[in-house]
């Protein structure tokens, strides 16, 4: 059974295009994160959910809207994708946001745009 | 500006050595400190987390964290081609509670 999936695995597109990457996890955790791994390897928080609610949002432009429909789900739509934007995208669950929670994540998102 | 650092690497151990990765962080309200292993072209993995000064063991790995130095080190004994991998530092600030990973050290054993 896959603990938190992500779909597509691979997304290749133009500059200016509007892509989705959808999320699920079926631990039954109330917090999820999207996270952007770029070039270098360096792992960056955008977004966290608690529960269908924001509670974490780093500065990541306005192109980036997550949306999570229920607290099994969250979704990152990107708008006038760019060519910056090309990198791994992880989603991540974990059972609550407190300290001690372990962070699930799915198996990446590897977006590249050309 | 909250940073945790890393030394990048390649960090190269001999198989069957000890395998010594460092982490430094700069928030000294952190309280939780997370060591993840991340294969190639893979996701993060959590192989340790530790919240309280001194050492805590697990099979192969030791985590030890030192608070007042504001250091987190992740020990793995007898070290196999397998445990070739990057191993991302993460700290969790009792400030706002978010997590900040460090760039990770990439670590290769030779057989």
């Known amino acids: 059974d896959t603990a938190v999936s992500q779909t597509p695995k691979y997304l290749v597109t133009q500059m200016g295009n509007d892509k989705s990457i959808k999320c699920e996890q079926n631990?039954?955790?109330?917090?999820m994160y999207w996270y952007k791994q770029d070039s270098k390897k360096f792992l960056k928080i955008m977004f966290s959910y608690n529960n269908k609610e924001l509670i974490i949002n780093e500065t990541v432009p306005n192109r980036f809207s997550p949306k999570s429909p229920d607290k099994a789900h969250l979704n990152l739509h990107i708008n006038s994708l760019e060519l910056g934007d090309s990198a791994v995208y992880f989603c991540a669950s974990s059972q609550d946001r407190g300290q001690t929670d372990t962070q699930y994540f799915g198996p990446g998102t590897r977006l590249t745009v050309l | 500006q909250k940073e945790v650092e890393q030394n990048s690497g390649p960090l190269s151990v001999p198989e069957g050595a000890i395998a010594s990765l460092n982490c430094t962080y700069s928030d000294r309200v952190s309280q939780s400190f997370f060591w993840y292993r991340q294969y190639s072209g893979k996701s993060p993995e959590l192989i340790m987390s530790i919240y309280s000064n001194g050492d805590k063991e697990d099979g192969r790995f030791t985590a030890q964290l030192n608070k007042a130095s504001q250091y987190v080190s992740l020990l793995i004994r007898d070290s196999q081609p397998s445990d070739s991998a990057t191993y991302l530092c993460a700290v969790i600030s009792n400030r706002d509670d978010k997590i900040i990973f460090g760039k990770g050290t990439r670590l290769h054993i030779l057989p």
């Open positions: 631990l039954g955790h109330d917090t």
